[in-house]
């Protein structure tokens, strides 16, 4: 059984809990990209990115991507690796903005 930061325990259906609405999160992020929404054309236009149907479901695709990959035990580090420098783009882009 695996432990809190104050050394308490923590009961396994609590953590696959947490890991399964981090991945709910992160795969509909990605599935809302996949398809071309209005919404979300218009916002990558907004952004800086131009609103490309093809651009927006790449994104989506890299996400759905790198969520399989860190799903898998054997491949987790790399899918990790991948969602660094993915969330660094998206942190350059909102320093850019503001």
Known sequence: MSTNVLGEPVSIQAILLGRLLGALVILFDGGNRLVPWPAVTEAMDRVGYGSSDALARA????????????????????????????????????????
């Open 59 to 98: 994104l989506g695709v890299i996400s759905v991507a790198c969520s399989a990959l860190t799903a898998v035990p054997p491949t987790s580090i790399l899918g990790a690796i991948l969602w660094t420098g993915y969330f660094g783009d998206l942190v350059a882009t909102h320093l850019k903005l503001f």
